[in-house]
Every structure is written in C-alpha cells, then in structure tokens.
C-alpha cells in the first residue's frame, strides 16, 4: 500500500531498462495505490483480500503467469508475499534488507541484491535469466522446490512439531 517505502518507483525503473534492451515487459502492481500516470505497460490493482476465494485465486492466476517477482521494497520485516511468490515458483528479486534474507535463499528462490546496486545490474541480471529458457526454467524448480521444503505452512508444522518432541526426550 505505500508507493515509496514498497519502490515501486524503482521497480518500474528496472522494468523501463529491461523493455529498452527488447524485452516486452509488462509489471503487475498488486495491492497498490496509483499515485501518478503510469505507463500503458503497468496493470495497477488495489487492494485484493486474500480471504476471499475468488481474490485468492485472481493473485494466484498473476503469479501463475509472471516470470519474476520484483519487490524493491526500502524496507522489509520478512515478507510473505516473497513466499507466496515462491509457492508458484515465481522467483524473486529483492534488495538483501530487513528480513527479506529470512524468506529468499540468495540464488535458489531468488537472488538478493545490495541496497544501493544500479538498477541497471538488475535489469542485466533478469534479462540474462529470461533469454536462457533452461537457466529460467532451473529457477522455476529450485524456487517451488525451496517453498515446498522450507516455506510451505504444513512443511514448518512438520519441522516445528520434530522439534518439539526432540525437546521433550
């Protein structure tokens, strides 16, 4: 919901130097308030409650046809949505802030990159990936595969009920 400490401005920047090299990027906003003219290229949703069946399954459609999930958030305590993300083998580009380091595996569900890194290493970062199909596909497993061993709710449970009991002998 808030515009500047999310990055989207930064995001959309990212975006402009990857559609300048040829790739015809669209950027799907979910659950922000537009504040200004964007491009055509931009799809801006407010907010969508994930309580809802049919909203659930409308962010779950987005990411089911997205390539990266790009958050240049300026600050972050965990980040759900980096797992959510995850969780369709969507993966994730992030500054390495906050706990952001807590949810994404540097270069196994996403890759994380200093703060104060030129947007233009990002950009040549995801359209490397994008244009070798066998890289890309490689990060879409490893991405569901990370969620499915460490994010997923029930694989926590599993893992926090071992511990539990590990404790008690």
Known sequence: V????????????????????????????????????????????????????????????ILLNSDFHTLMTKSEAFGVVFSEASSHGVYNIAPDIGGIRGVIKNNVNGKLFKDNV??????????????NKKNLKKKILSTKTYYENYLDWKTIGANFNKMVKNLKR
């Open 118 to 131: 030129n947007n233009q290493v990002i950009a040549n970062y995801i359209y490397e990936i994008f244009k």
């Open 2 to 61: 808030d515009w500047d400490r999310k990055g989207f401005d930064r995001t959309i920047k990212i975006c402009n130097l990857l559609r300048s090299k040829g790739l015809n990027t669209t950027l799907t906003l979910i659950g922000a308030s537009k504040k200004k003219k964007l491009p055509k290229w931009v799809k801006v949703y407010n907010f969508i409650d994930k309580n809802n069946k049919s909203s659930h399954k409308l962010i779950s459609n």
